[in-house]
């Protein structure tokens, strides 16, 4: 028997939610930290994981699988209506072309007198999240799909737990400091929107996917309402009308609200859980708020060092283990 891993996951079962609480942005833009701006990570670790996530999805894009993958390349405009403090955002030299907006580029938007442009990575949480399982099952992984009451369930089925149930940890490990921070927004027919857009601190979006174009936003704290609101949709698409006149001619307007997966820094943790002379090693990796995408691969690397870890440490602990 090789090493048996149980993942509570997330990235991988979006499309499946067993509490209902799960995010379905299920469309990721990749170049925005405003997500962590309350954050306790330093900002050298969002960095890296930004960069690794970055480079891995590239890398996609930049394959055959791009386009079953869901992983695109997207340029566009973040825009502002005063001029911002920091002269560049830490990311600037991640994205692409990262560079100041014209002033001929910035007629588009009479409100606005400063502007940045730039390449970036927009990530189909509906085709990547599939894509990322058909891997996982292709490499001998095995899925199976159940609500877990207490991470004790697991044992002795597998040696080591890897904890990413995002805001499931509340109930699943007590954490009390992860919340939901709210997001609703609108997938509407707009054919014809080809950049995106992002106002200031990105409260107010426009991003075009595949199939259709996603208009935002709401960040609405400790609300855990995932019925949409007829009075926000009403706002976003007065905001994004604001920003890109033509969206009020888009069609086929559907509301969608998620939960962001909040905490003051993500949770990238071992503990050693001990019951009855038993030792259940776990890898916490949850908290990711309103950047999961645009870090997931980089912290997921480091929750992969952290499971290393825990092998090591069962091996020694117990020489007879298959591990
Ligand atoms: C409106 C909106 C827009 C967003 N935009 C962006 C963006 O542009 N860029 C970006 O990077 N990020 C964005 N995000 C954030 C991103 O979606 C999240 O950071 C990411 O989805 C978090 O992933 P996760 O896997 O950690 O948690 P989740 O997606 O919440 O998944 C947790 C999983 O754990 C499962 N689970 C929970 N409890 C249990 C249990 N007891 N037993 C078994 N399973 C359990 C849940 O069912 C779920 O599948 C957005 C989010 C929203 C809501």
Redesign the pocket.
């Known amino acids: 028997m090789g090493s048996s891993f149980a993942f509570?996951?997330?990235?991988w079962?979006?499309d499946?939610?067993?509490?209902?609480?799960?995010?379905?942005?299920?469309?990721?833009?990749?170049g925005?930290q405003a997500?962590f701006a309350e954050t306790e990570t330093p900002i050298h670790k969002q960095k890296q994981w930004f960069r690794e996530t970055f480079d891995h999805l590239f890398a996609i894009a930049n394959s055959a699988e791009a386009g079953e993958a869901g992983v695109h390349l997207i340029s566009g405009w973040q825009i502002f209506q005063n001029i911002p403090t920091e002269e560049a955002p830490f990311w600037a030299d991640v994205v692409l072309g990262f560079r100041k907006m014209t002033e001929v580029e910035l007629k588009k938007f009479p409100q606005h007198v400063f502007g940045q442009a730039f390449t970036t990575l927009k990530?189909e949480?509906s085709a990547y999240l599939p894509w990322l399982e058909k891997r996982v099952k292709e490499s001998g992984g095995q899925l199976l799909t159940?609500?877990?009451?207490d991470l004790w369930e697991l044992h002795p089925s597998f040696d080591i737990v890897v904890n990413?149930?995002?805001?499931?940890?509340r109930?699943?490990v007590g954490d009390l400091k992860i919340f939901p921070?709210?997001?609703?927004?609108l997938k509407v027919q707009a054919p014809w929107v080809k950049h995106f857009i992002r106002d200031g601190s990105g409260l107010t979006?426009i991003?075009p996917g595949v199939s259709n174009v996603s208009l935002?936003?709401?960040r609405q704290k400790g609300d855990w309402n995932l019925v949409p609101d007829a009075e926000i949709s009403r706002d976003i698409l007065s905001r994004c009308c604001a920003l890109e006149p033509s969206l009020h001619g888009a069609c086929d307007i559907k509301e969608?609200?998620?939960?962001?997966?909040f905490r003051a820094g993500i949770r990238l943790q071992k503990e050693f859980l001990a019951r009855n002379g038993r030792r259940l090693p776990v890898v916490h990796?949850?908290?990711?708020?309103?950047?999961?995408?645009?870090?997931?691969w980089g912290t997921a690397l480091e929750a992969a060092r952290l499971l290393s870890e825990c092998v090591q440490a069962l091996r020694t602990s117990t020489p007879n283990s298959k591990l």
Request: net charge positive.
């Open positions: 509570p996951l997330s990235l079962a979006l499946q939610p067993l509490t209902g609480k799960t995010s379905v942005g299920a469309r990721a833009f990749c925005f997500a990530c949480g159940r609500r877990i009451e990413c149930s995002g805001l499931g940890s109930e699943l921070v709210r997001g609703q927004l979006y991003y935002g936003g709401s969608k609200v998620g939960l962001r997966p990796h949850y908290g990711h708020g309103s950047g999961g995408f645009c870090v997931h």
